[in-house]
């Protein structure tokens, strides 16, 4: 998935003609950047899974087979990608503040899902946090808000 992602990257500065289906990039960079949270720790837990296929469904409206492809594509894929840029320019581009805010929500919800906040994970947040310009409050906010969901 992060190689058709790059892919599209390419061709789209090269000029040449593609068909962009902007919903479609924005579920696969969101699958791909929540697929960053879970194996931050070197490790997927079978919760962090569950909670990458309940968000996806959840916030795109997809059906269960499709959620569960995205996130396996996802971490298949994972280790091809090359930096964060490339993925948090597409949100910049394509993202509302609150879409921003919902996204970095997602990814402390994953990081949550096993019960422990790895300090890999904290720091991935902060960063894409910081490279799609969501302010620092939002930021707490998302941290807080992921935070009571998971314990309620």
Known sequence: MLRQIRKLF???????????RTEKD??????????????????????E??????????????????????VEQALADRHEATSLYEFTQTVNDNFSERDKYLLVKQMWLVAFADGEIDAFEEHLIRRVAELIYLPHGLFT???????DEDQG
Request: hydrophobic share 45%.
């Open 10 to 20: 390419d061709q789209i500065g090269q000029g040449e003609s593609v068909e962009v």
């Open 26 to 47: 924005v579920r696969m960079i969101s699958a791909a950047l929540m697929a960053e949270i879970a194996t931050a720790d070197q490790k997927v837990d079978e919760r």
């Open 49 to 70: 899974r569950a909670a990458l296929i309940r968000l996806l469904r959840e916030h795109y409206e997809l059906d269960e087979e499709t959620a569960l492809s995205m």
């Open 141 to 147: 906010r998302a941290r807080a808000e992921a935070r």
